[in-house]
């Protein structure tokens, strides 16, 4: 058994402060002539159904996309937490697959694998992972995650929790290892997004 792309609803993650980045929209950060958040789109679109974007600033030009714009439902920046909630708040498929908007070159099968991992181990959430040096370091912010946890995420939100390993180690999680840590690397700086135009 597999889950079929339209059970799955994308969200893209744009709503954090971009503090290492000088305090810009890193979203909105030009990469190779577009915007980092629109790289992140085609690369998810064909692996989902509907997508949904996450951002806090900025929402027409995140709108002029042409994709639903939902911020936080916490006030103040709470971390990347807060935007899972706002998608699986809006999520009407039973699965939906986050992705930050500051790593352009994520696997174009990111989205199946994760799928065959969270059927074939039963589990609740299926995390990215990278192999460096031998070791599995996990990318929580590549996750698939049921819909129906939505109830856990409000509850461990509202006790003031925000750290993404500390939810998905309350529930039955797979981890994919992928073999091109480069694939995952992000900006998080306006170095490391030149980095990334010109490797």
Known sequence: MSISTDQITGLIVCGGRGSRMGGVDKGLQNFND?????????????????????ANRNLAAYESFGVP???????????????????????????LVVVPCDSPHFPTDLV????????????DIAMAATVEEGRVQPQPVFCLLKASLLESLLQYLNA????????????????????????????????????????
């Open 34 to 54: 577009m915007p980092l958040a629109l790289h992140a789109l085609m690369r998810l679109s064909p692996q989902v159904g509907p997508v949904l974007i996450n």
């Open 69 to 95: 714009v939902w911020p936080d439902p916490m006030a103040d920046f709470q971390g990347p937490l807060a935007g899972w909630l706002a998608g699986i708040e809006r999520c009407e498929t039973p699965y």
């Open 112 to 123: 199946q694998r994760l799928a065959e991992a969270l059927i074939r181990e039963d589990a």
């Open 160 to 199: 003031g929790e925000r750290k993404i390993d500390r939810w998905t180690a309350l529930h039955r999680c797979a981890t994919v290892a992928f073999e091109d840590a480069q694939a995952f690397a992000n900006a998080n700086t306006l170095e490391e997004l030149q980095r990334l135009q010109n490797p």
